[in-house]
RNA sequence: GGUCCUUUGGCCGAGUGGCUAGGCAAAGCUCUGCAAAAGCUUCUACAGCGGUUCGAGUCCGCUAGGGACCUCCA
């Protein structure tokens, strides 16, 4: 079943055909390291690390760029222009490498803990100040930018009288040029639609460079047209990010690159939706982010809890990457516990075993397992529909623990059904989803105190001294450990 | 103001016009020394109004609510 992929820029699914058989270009906007990341950043990251398992999965050699902007934006016209990363560098007295290390630090220190593949590539902005001016002299010598004062500009509205500007993002071209009579004259700018494409630097600005219009800094758009054109080529597959990032990001992208290169950059864009918090987006702006570490240790007012990595990870593969998605303490909790069933499931299955060769005697439930495992492809082909591979995975859990349980014997399924079952859930799981155990990492010390302290219950059960027996159980459980009983008489235990 | 999106059961969240999404919570039962876990069962919703259709949560229109982008933003 081939892949199909909702394009952003057609608005429809499109079957996936990548340029070069067998290859894929993906870039994904990667972030800006001049504060720490939140939770609505994971998303992204989260969703194409998926996407890039997944096209890997089908057998696709994929190079995956991830940009890091290191070099800070102006702020827009109308107000001083500064560099973002160096202001905030001046008022915490660092250097502004030094605090753009810091953040690149924390960043991929979040990414390891969510369990996201390194990208292939991941160049950073201020490693591409001469790709930069090549692109913004190339723009320059199509007619397409113009420079004052040690400023380029992109020249928007001749680029829109051939070109379709404002299709990725829906935008017309007359509405956003209407606007530009509205401003007041003090303008650099031809017109208000046009965007910076470099940006003459003032005296106290720290990061600069020189150019051949005077020293200054990169626009934002031009880093990841630069650097995409040069590790992906001219034309590539897979250009993702948030779906705030269309307008005027993205679509400043498409006017610069394909004046630069003569032809629109990418086949296919994808976006994924915000998360929310109470229904509105999270964001600086609206002052309700909630910073990864703070997710993960507790520490925020809006938070009654830690959440681990995973649940957060699943939390956001449990709704399509199109949707937005609502934060709250009720919903990530309902994650944390419907992936701890998954994987206690899971961790069920892999204990179980058939001979290669065994028929099923259930044919009925054979055939329905084959049949939810045979759909768990087709909703990744459509438009990678984690939602509903999850919930076929739910599906299959009552069987599963049933099995494990003696409630359905064993031999129900054949051996071929549980070796599809065991590869499945390890492909889907661990493979595609990238999810990992929920409970947090085991030592091996605690290991054999925890053999021995099972061990003295299991002796005290089987003398019926059950005060000491529920006295252990009572005691960890009050320290965060939980044990069961299974029905074989064993006993395990996890972390809560 | 412009452009666009959205409104699903107690909560979260899938839904390609025709059959039970799934999860969490809740209730009952089974299992169990007790508990937890697990299993089984129950809870059948689609903002309102009108239209198209043999048939609509799913298409169209209107109304109401929410949101995003238009400025840095994942």
């Known amino acids: 079943?081939?892949?199909?992929?909702?394009?952003?820029?057609?608005?429809?699914?499109?079957?996936?055909?990548?340029?070069?058989?067998?290859?894929?270009?993906?870039?994904?906007?990667?972030?800006?390291?001049?504060?720490?990341?939140?939770?609505g950043h994971a998303r992204p990251y989260i969703s194409f690390d998926v996407v890039y398992r997944y096209l890997s999965h089908l057998g696709y050699?994929?190079?995956?760029?991830?940009?890091?902007?290191?070099?800070?934006?102006?702020?827009?016209?109308?107000?001083?222009?500064?560099?973002?990363?160096?202001?905030?560098?001046l008022l915490e007295k660092l250097e502004p490498m030094e605090l753009v290390q810091k953040y690149t630090n924390l960043f991929h220190w979040a990414m390891k803990q969510f369990n996201c593949i390194e990208p292939s590539i991941e160049p950073t902005a201020t490693g591409h100040i001469v790709e930069q001016i090549n692109m913004i002299e190339g723009i320059i010598a199509a007619g397409y930018a113009?420079?004052?004062?040690?400023?380029?500009?992109?020249?928007?509205?001749?680029?829109?009288?051939?070109?379709?500007y404002g299709k990725l993002s829906g935008?017309?071209?007359?509405?956003?040029?209407?606007?530009?009579?509205?401003?007041?004259?003090?303008e650099e700018k031809r017109d208000r639609a046009d965007f910076a494409l470099w940006?003459?630097?003032?005296?106290?600005?720290?990061?600069?460079?020189?150019?051949?219009?005077?020293?200054?800094?990169?626009?934002?758009?031009?880093?990841?047209?630069?650097?995409?054109?040069?590790?992906?080529?001219?034309?590539?597959?897979?250009?993702?990010?948030?779906?705030?990032?269309?307008?005027?990001?993205?679509?400043?992208e498409i006017a610069q690159s394909t004046i630069c290169n003569h032809q629109p950059p990418v086949n296919y864009w994808m976006h994924n939706n915000m998360i929310t918090i109470n229904?509105?987006?999270?964001?600086?702006?609206?002052?309700?982010?909630?910073?990864l570490t703070e997710l993960f240790s507790g520490n925020h007012p809006l938070l009654t809890q830690a959440y681990h990595p995973m649940t957060i990870r699943f939390f956001i593969l449990q709704s399509h990457y199109r949707s937005t998605l609502d934060f709250s303490n009720e919903a990530l909790q309902a994650s944390e516990k419907?992936?701890?069933?998954?994987?206690?499931?899971?961790?069920?299955?892999?204990?179980?075993?058939?001979?290669?060769?065994?028929?099923?005697?259930?044919?009925?439930?054979?055939?329905?397992?084959?049949?939810?495992l045979a759909e768990l492809e087709s909703f990744m082909d459509d438009d990678f529909s984690t939602p509903k591979v999850i919930a076929n995975l739910f599906d299959m859990a009552p069987v599963i623990n049933s099995i494990?349980?003696?409630?359905?014997?064993?031999?129900?399924?054949?051996?071929?059904?549980?070796?599809?079952?065991?590869?499945?859930?390890?492909?889907?799981?661990?493979?595609?989803?990238?999810?990992?155990?929920?409970?947090?990492?085991?030592?091996s010390l605690l290991q054999g105190v925890m053999q021995l302290l099972i061990d003295i219950r299991k002796e005290s059960r089987a003398k019926k001294d059950f005060a000491t027996s529920d006295k252990i159980r009572n005691q960890l459980s009050a320290l965060g450990i939980l044990i069961k009983d299974e029905k074989d008489g064993n006993m395990s235990w996890s972390l809560s």
């Open 61 to 89: 050699k994929v190079r995956y760029v991830r940009n890091i902007t290191d070099a800070g934006h102006f702020e827009e016209e109308g107000r001083e222009a500064e560099d973002k990363v160096s202001k905030k560098a």
């Open 338 to 372: 419907a992936l701890k069933r998954l994987w206690d499931s899971y961790e069920n299955l892999k204990k179980l075993d058939l001979p290669a060769d065994q028929a099923a005697d259930d044919q009925e439930l054979n055939g329905r397992i084959e049949k939810l």
């Open 404 to 443: 494990k349980d003696g409630l359905i014997p064993a031999n129900a399924i054949s051996g071929q059904t549980l070796a599809n079952l065991k590869s499945s859930f390890t492909l889907y799981l661990e493979d595609i989803f990238g999810l990992q155990s929920p409970y947090q990492s085991d030592n």
């Open 199 to 252: 940006k003459a630097a003032p005296p106290e600005h720290i990061m600069r460079w020189k150019s051949p219009w005077g020293e200054g800094f990169p626009g934002w758009h031009i880093e990841c047209s630069a650097m995409a054109t040069k590790y992906l080529g001219a034309r590539f597959d897979i250009h993702g990010g948030g779906m705030d990032l269309q307008f005027p990001h993205h679509e400043s």
């Open 279 to 291: 229904g509105r987006k999270m964001g600086k702006s609206y002052n309700n982010v909630i910073k």
């Open 171 to 186: 935008r017309v071209i007359d509405d956003l040029l209407e606007t530009t009579r509205e401003l007041d004259g003090q």
């Open 1 to 39: 079943m081939p892949l199909s992929i909702y394009n952003s820029y057609s608005r429809t699914k499109e079957l996936f055909k990548p340029i070069t058989e067998g290859h894929v270009g993906m870039y994904v906007c990667g972030p800006t390291v001049s504060g720490e990341s939140h939770l």
């Open 146 to 164: 113009y420079e004052v004062n040690g400023s380029v500009y992109f020249d928007v509205k001749k680029y829109a009288a051939s070109h379709d």
